[in-house]
């Protein structure tokens, strides 16, 4: 219940975001869901209670399901690759200059975190965003401020945690609820593994979900598979309490952004004064954020 609520929630933030490097992510991660569930007991003897026609009628549905949705995300990728040619290009720099520190220096990189001063001496200046700090790319930005040492290190890290994963599920009893929770932990990972191709995720919220999960792979665990959960009314009402608290921050954060959304439709329609006015309504939703000062300022420059 849990896994089908959170790909409805995955879903709606996708179709409002329509992250690139999420469709990626579950692109790997729901195909290595799907997989693995085929192995449960449960599967074939479900299968085999079905008829011919039932069967053929689950696959063509399936089919149906999968392609629509691919047609769709097709049509939109096309659609807005225009929108995100700038992005596309700052992302790119950033791999072509990871590549150069990496040959400049490939035994132990320019420094652990040192990857936004060290990107100043090597990307196109025609490209330059200086907020960005990261490689936008897991592995390229290892390699760029640890070096080939840093590269085989995580290396090693991510085929221990496989085999750890690989270890864990297959001691798990079969269709168990153990080994459900192990199956969909690692399809997680794996689709986190991907999106790092494209990302360079440094927030809490992202971070912190993961090392749970690795966590929850590498230790040591009963020899009883069979323990009973013990239902624990508080730790849930902890839990909603902190979600509901974050959800009023973002909501908060959200409707400023909303603001400065409104201000750049108004300056592509030519209406200023409705421009500085959203911008002020944003700075004054968030003021803690300073692209929304830069932003004032810069409409402030064109009315000069």
């Known amino acids: ?25 579950l692109a790997v991660s729901l195909p290595l869901l799907l997989m693995g569930a085929t192995q449960s007991p449960q599967v074939p003897q479900s299968w085999s209670a079905l008829t011919g026609r039932t069967r053929r009628a689950l696959l063509a549905s399936t089919q149906i399901l999968g392609l629509v949705p691919l047609a769709a995300a097709g049509y939109f990728v096309v659609s807005r690759m225009g929108e995100r040619t700038s992005g596309d290009a700052v992302r790119q720099d950033l791999w072509r200059s990871s590549f150069a520190m990496l040959k400049d220096h490939p035994v132990a990189g320019v420094g652990a975190g040192a990857f936004g001063f060290a990107v100043r001496q090597v990307r196109n200046p025609y490209l330059a965003r200086d907020q960005i700090a990261t490689a936008h790319n897991l592995y390229l930005n290892v390699g760029a401020e640890m070096g080939i040492f840093g590269l085989i290190a995580g290396g090693w890290l991510l085929l221990a945690l496989v085999l750890a994963w690989w270890r864990r599920w297959k001691a798990c ?34 971070l912190l979900p993961a090392a749970f999960f690795v966590a929850f792979l590498a230790a040591p665990w009963p020899r009883e598979w069979q323990l009973k959960a013990q239902n624990r009314r508080w730790l849930w009402v902890v839990a909603l309490l902190f979600l509901a608290f974050g959800t009023i921050g973002k909501a908060w954060d959200t409707w400023a952004y909303v603001q400065f959304r409104q201000s750049l439709t108004a300056i592509q329609q030519r209406d200023e004064d409705e421009a500085f006015a959203a911008a002020e309504r944003a700075r004054g939703q968030d003021p803690w954020l300073p692209l929304y000062d830069c932003h004032s300022a810069y409409l402030s420059g064109l009315d000069a």
């Open 1 to 25: 219940i849990g896994l089908v609520l959170w790909l409805l929630a995955a879903a709606l933030v996708l179709y409002f975001s329509f992250s690139r490097g999420c469709i990626l992510a």
């Open 173 to 206: 009893p079969p269709g168990s609820t153990s080994w459900w929770r192990v199956l969909g932990v690692g399809a997680a990972l794996a689709g986190l593994a991907a999106q790092m191709m494209v990302e360079t995720f440094t927030e809490p919220a992202v």
